[in-house]
């Protein structure tokens, strides 16, 4: 490719507005172009790493025995609504009708329909073990896109779909996955770790996140150094300070002035926070049928400890929390700042799993300006749910190990789910086992997307000047640069080059040394090969790699061989970090 007839040209200069290094670089570099909120057009060079990551994922697929196919981007609403995700999911979930007055869906993901396949398709559990997969545009009308393709509302994804006939099944395809997904990534040339995640409206009974550890996710992971247990912060566990053994003492009723807050009661009273209860009202919206239905919740959770909203919303199979309105709390009889679950009837009650365990806990008094001390569950009041609502934070005791928890940021670069039979029963997708009788098809569902992968790999590799691709994705394998004196030698280059199969950009423009040498930097192809009247007079063409500073002057008529040298060392870097990864569950 030469660089003279590029279609996009790359810029000078930084986009104030843009706080991701991968979306200024990917900009500058003429990569993508932006076309509207969280949607992107993909030019020649990022169409080339998009198409490496591709079939690297293509490759990892076949692998584990996958079957590629297409599935459509537009659904029809039926599928949708035998699901249940048609109530389920809110605005991000794009709808229209069609010219015929027919609901449809732009697909977010592809589990329904292959669904919808396999009830066509799968009758005995002799067509069984099967895994497909395709890449295929998805639509999420997310409300908060950033970070160029860090957090996009259209994209491409690579999803997958285990069919099995018994729970083994789907444990091996998952396991195989779970290898697959490494094994990608590092052949990408991006570090991830797995974290146990929430199955979220995906549903299904366990799931993993890979993320990508950078101070630029939205993700908060809980990681333990002393045993290697790691979690999203939505499901992370820890271990909880157990609360003194103690007789149960009368409830009696303080003065607390100006003790709205746990900080404020504990100073006041002189006591932990430990030795208190925080109440937390929330409006849970909740999908029944074709309705949904708003309920004024109550969480109770110790006072030392913070209410993790995902826990919360699983915990009452909700669809989102949104926090309590005044008028609201009041309707049922609390207070704000002095509420107490004691004498409350009008509210569905939550409570963590360490508040039975506390005794004489301080609590609210549903009056203005007073606490009830020494309140007691199950004595004093009693909750529809006790479960585990806790926010794991830093330096919280591991719950496999108790060594201090550590949080970092990190991005999700892709996901897999054990859906079980979640979608197979609601759209009846049965096989008949080896004595006739039906059996839903049990399945699991396997994510990454494209973009964002390409995203990470440039949030991993770069530096003040531009990007460094890892080879493997590197949308060329070679920069080839012409200057003044050299122009015949590097046409002849260029042509060898090609003639052995290497991919070489080829900047052949009528620009200064310091343009060209600039955008070689900002492209940040790893092998660039100068050809100028002065390499020439030295003894041929000057090689360099992107991420190095020194550069060795080659004879012509070796240029070809150590470039492949090069080429040859760069993959081997990459193909030792593919190993096998101890799995977690």
């Given amino acids: 490719m030469r660089l003279s007839g590029l279609f996009g040209q790359t810029r000078r200069e930084n986009r104030a507005d843009l706080d991701a290094a991968s979306h200024r670089l990917l900009e500058r570099a003429a990569f993508v172009r932006q076309l509207g909120t969280g949607i992107y057009s993909t030019l020649h060079l990022g169409r080339r790493s998009v198409e490496k990551i591709e079939a690297i994922l293509r490759e990892e697929m076949n692998r584990i025995g996958g079957q590629e196919l297409s599935m459509p981007v ?31 869906v732009l697909a977010m993901t592809h589990e329904e329909v292959v669904a919808d396949l396999v009830r066509g398709e799968i009758h005995s559990y002799k067509q069984l073990p099967r895994l497909i997969y395709h890449l295929q545009t998805k639509w999420r009308d997310d409300p908060r896109p950033r970070a160029g393709l860090i957090r996009v509302r259209e994209f491409t994804m690579k999803d997958s779909y285990s069919l099995d006939a018994d729970w083994e099944g789907l444990d091996a395809q998952y396991r195989a996955h779970y290898q697959a997904y490494f094994d990608i ?3 990408c040339g991006l570090p991830v ?16 996140e890979f993320m990508y550890l950078s101070p630029i996710g939205e993700d908060t992971l809980v990681i333990c150094d002393g045993c290697g247990y790691t979690a999203n912060r939505q499901v992370a566990q820890f271990r909880k300070m157990a609360a003194p053994t103690e007789p149960l003492a009368e409830m009696e009723r303080v ?22 209860a925080k109440a937390l009202f929330v409006v849970a919206t909740r999908s029944d049928g074709e309705r949904e239905i708003d309920e004024l919740i109550f969480a109770v959770i110790r006072g030392d400890m913070a209410v993790n909203d995902t826990k919360l919303v ?22 704000a700042g002095y509420a107490s679950p004691v004498g409350l009837s009008e509210v569905r009650i939550v409570v963590d799993e360490s508040i039975p365990a506390s005794p004489n806990l301080v609590a ?25 609502i806790a926010a794991a934070n830093e330096g919280d005791p591991c719950v496999a190990c108790g060594a201090p928890l550590r949080t970092v940021r990190g991005v999700e670069v892709g996901n897999i789910f054990k859906l079980g039979t979640r979608y197979s ?28 992968l390409l995203a990470c790999v440039v949030e991993e590799y770069h530096d003040q000047r531009g990007i460094v691709w890892p080879i493997s994705v590197a949308p060329y394998t070679v920069h080839l640069v012409a200057l003044r004196g050299g122009d015949e030698a590097a046409d002849a280059l260029y042509g060898q080059l090609g003639d052995v199969g290497i991919e070489t950009l080829y900047d052949d423009r009528n620009e200064s040394p310091g343009v060209k040498f600039s955008d070689a930097d900002l492209i940040g192809i790893p092998i660039r090969l100068t050809v100028s009247k002065r390499s020439l007079a030295a003894g041929g063409a000057e090689l360099k790699l992107r991420r190095a500073d020194e550069s060795e002057v080659v004879p012509l008529d070796a240029v070809v061989a150590r470039t492949t040298a090069f080429i040859a060392q760069l993959q081997r870097e990459i193909d030792a970090t593919v190993v096998e990864v101890p799995y977690h569950e």
């Fill in 74 to 104: 537009v659904h029809p609403v039926d599928l949708w609504q035998e699901s249940g995700r048609w109530y389920q999911i809110g605005a991000e979930m794009g709808r229209f009708t069609d010219r015929n007055g027919r609901e449809m």
């Fill in 185 to 187: 990534y590092h052949r």
């Fill in 193 to 208: 770790v797995a974290v146990a995640a929430d199955v979220g409206m995906m549903g299904g009974q366990l799931a993993h």
């Fill in 255 to 276: 003065a607390t002035p100006d003790a709205s807050t746990i900080e404020a009661l504990a100073t006041f009273l002189d006591i932990p926070a430990s030795k208190t």
């Fill in 314 to 335: 699983n915990a009452l199979h909700a669809k989102q929390l949104r926090p309590a309105r005044a008028e609201e709390i009041a309707a049922v009889g609390a207070v």
């Fill in 364 to 388: 609210g008094a549903n009056q203005e300006g007073y606490h009830l001390r020494n309140v007691n569950y199950g004595r004093d009041y009693e909750a529809e749910i006790v479960t585990d």
């Fill in 425 to 452: 029963e609601a759209l009846g997708c049965t096989f008949l086992d080896p004595n006739g009788k039906a059996q839903p098809v049990i399945m699991g569902s396997y994510g990454i997307g494209v973009g964002r």
